[in-house]
């Protein structure tokens, strides 16, 4: 009976504060979203008249003139510097590059003092010269879900002004006002553009550059198409907000069955690695021969060969585009 009271007391106890996390978590979702909503609005209310929204794109890659000269040469360059804009990111491609570079350096340098193995601090060399790259591509990946996020929003806020009897620029800049960032930002440029002159197939077009994502594609396609055959926007706006939500579900559906693909793709990736550090530092007489000796600088590069391989098989087998 001891036994009974006591596991009937854990799991009221359990429950009682399950249900308090939950509520207070969901309060906290709430007032996160609030937050969210009225920080956007403060800080377009609080944008100073004369100040002047960057229409302009700024191509240059350094502020080296020669080097600005040498970088334009490179299409490659170009488009680094315009993953950095989508990221968000206030740095130039030659800015970064230099960057990466000292990254690179600081890296190996640091791996040879510590361990005295060049391949090693060769290897660690090249990891650091592209960290600043991986991080621009994940800040890149990141606006880009929170874009994807807050866009059926956008959408439906624009159905409602379009159904209210708003202006399409009107109910665009109403977006601008209304729904966070980056969707915010993103639709305030395309207000301004089309504000300043530029035709609103040039500006829609621009923003489809900008935010190259599917479902920007499908929004761009469904107003230029609206815009020259006619009908019924608000409506066509309402099924693809729908459209793009369900994608969504779909999206989450297949994130859940990829789920052990991906964390076997993690496991396989980090494994050896570790194991090498470990060895290094419990046992580095064990592990020198595979830096030393000319047969494991040859296992190395079998090794890490076949770990890019089938990073890339696994990622080609997780990946479902819906």
Do not use: C, W
Not at 76 to 94: E, H, P, Y
Not at 105 to 111: P, S
Not at 129 to 142: E, G
């Amino acid at each position: 009976m001891e036994i009974l009271v006591a596991v009937l007391a854990f799991v009221v106890v359990a429950a009682a504060v399950f249900a308090a996390f939950s509520l207070l978590d969901q309060r906290n979702s709430r007032a996160r979203l609030l937050r969210d909503r009225l920080a956007a609005v403060q800080k377009s209310a609080e944008r100073e008249p004369d100040e002047e929204l960057e229409l302009l794109r700024d191509e240059v890659l350094s502020d080296i003139p020669a080097l600005d000269n040498l970088l334009r040469r490179s299409e490659r360059v170009s488009n680094f510097q315009t993953m950095l804009s989508q990221a968000d990111l206030k740095l130039r491609a030659g800015n970064m590059l230099f960057f990466s570079l000292g990254t690179g350096v600081a890296t190996g340098f640091i791996l040879l003092v510590a361990s005295g193995f060049k391949t090693l601090a060769l290897v660690g060399a090249l990891v650091g010269a592209l960290m600043p790259y991986s991080y621009a591509s994940f800040r890149r990946s990141r606006r880009f879900q929170k874009f994807e996020e807050l866009f059926p929003q956008a959408i439906d806020t624009l159905a409602r002004a379009v159904r209210a009897g708003h202006a399409l620029t009107t109910a665009l800049e109403l977006i601008s006002n209304e729904v966070g960032e980056p969707v915010a930002s993103e639709f305030r440029k395309l207000f301004e553009e089309q504000k300043f002159g530029l035709p609103m197939r040039d500006a829609l077009i621009n923003l489809t550059e900008r935010m190259p994502l599917v479902d920007v594609k499908f929004f761009v396609t469904a107003v230029m198409l609206q815009r020259e055959t006619g009908g019924n926007l608000a409506e066509i706006l309402d099924n693809l907000s729908y459209v793009i939500r369900e994608r969504f579900k779909i999206q989450r559906q297949v994130r859940v069955f990829t789920a052990q693909g991906r964390l076997t793709m993690m496991l396989l990736m980090m494994l050896p690695p570790i194991i090498v550090l470990t060895m290094l530092i419990m046992n580095p007489s064990f592990i020198r021969p595979l830096f030393t000796d000319p047969l494991g600088h040859g296992l190395l590069v079998g090794g890490i060969t076949l770990q890019t391989i089938g990073y890339f098989v696994i990622r080609r087998i997780i990946q479902i585009q819906v």
